[in-house]
């Protein structure tokens, strides 16, 4: 079945203690990209990836970092993971440029950090 | 980074009743798209809109390109509860940003009385 994972699907955290939330497609997509989503605000990208090896800045960066070692995995890190970081976060991978190709969304994973 | 005006940010509606929501920008957009996003699940694709004022039919659902790009509509015909959700406009390939990023609304939540 072709799909987005994400793991884990819930995670309780404490301040500073850095934690790393997986992703990955089975569907050979060069685009991946994080999201958050938080109430009122929409839907928020974080960083995304058109290929291997490259990557780049979403709107809201600070406090996370990504790799993309393997085309069909892209987890997002939090070093120092603080309180406002506090949100539901998705994973999406499209064929390519998301505005031309369908974005297919993980699951979700629903991050506290107290 | 870009701002995407989505309305209304919710209906009640009963069931059967036709729903219309609307998303503009103050900025120039080559794609825009709509997503629906189910209680504790990931957006899922709805329609794809590529070309000003193209008018695109999904079943019950209609979506226009606005033809100076910088909106977009969503209607749902005889609406059923199954249609109760969050709606999200997207939009892409702006004039002043890339194709590798997409702008989301601040999404409409619909709620469908039986």
């Known amino acids: 079945e072709a799909q987005v994972t994400q793991n884990p699907r819930y995670l309780i955290t404490v301040t500073g203690k850095k934690l790393t939330v997986t992703c990955s497609q089975n569907?050979?997509?060069?685009?991946m990209s994080w999201y958050r989503q938080d109430p009122g605000l929409g839907l928020r990208q974080i960083y995304y990836?058109?290929?291997?090896?490259?990557?780049d800045k979403g709107d809201v960066p600070e406090g996370y970092k990504v790799s993309r070692k393997e085309k069909r995995n892209f987890p997002l890190i939090l070093e120092s993971p603080s309180p406002n970081q506090t949100s539901l976060y998705f994973c999406?991978?499209?064929?390519?440029?998301?505005?031309?190709?369908?974005?297919?969304f993980g699951p979700g994973t629903r991050l506290t950090v107290l | 980074g870009q701002q995407l005006n989505q309305s209304p940010q919710s209906m009640f509606i009963q069931e059967g009743e036709d729903v219309s929501m609307n998303c503009t920008s103050s900025?120039?957009?080559?794609?825009w798209l709509w997503y629906k996003q189910d209680p504790g699940e990931g957006p899922v694709l709805l329609i794809a809109?590529?070309?000003?004022?193209e008018l695109t039919s999904n079943g019950r659902l209609t979506a226009q390109f606005g033809i100076t790009r910088k909106d977009s509509f969503l209607n749902i015909s005889a609406s059923i509860p199954s249609d109760v959700g969050i709606y999200f406009c997207?939009?892409?390939?702006?004039?002043?940003?890339?194709?590798?990023?997409?702008?989301f609304g601040k999404g409409t939540l619909l709620t469908v009385n039986p």
């Open positions: 999406a991978s499209s064929l390519e440029t998301p505005g031309y190709n369908e974005q297919f």
């Open positions: 569907m050979n997509h060069e685009y």
């Open positions: 990836s058109m290929n291997v090896e490259v990557t």
């Open positions: 900025s120039i957009f080559n794609t």
């Open positions: 809109l590529y070309k000003a004022g």
């Open positions: 997207a939009a892409g390939g702006n004039s002043g940003g890339s194709n590798y990023k997409l702008t």
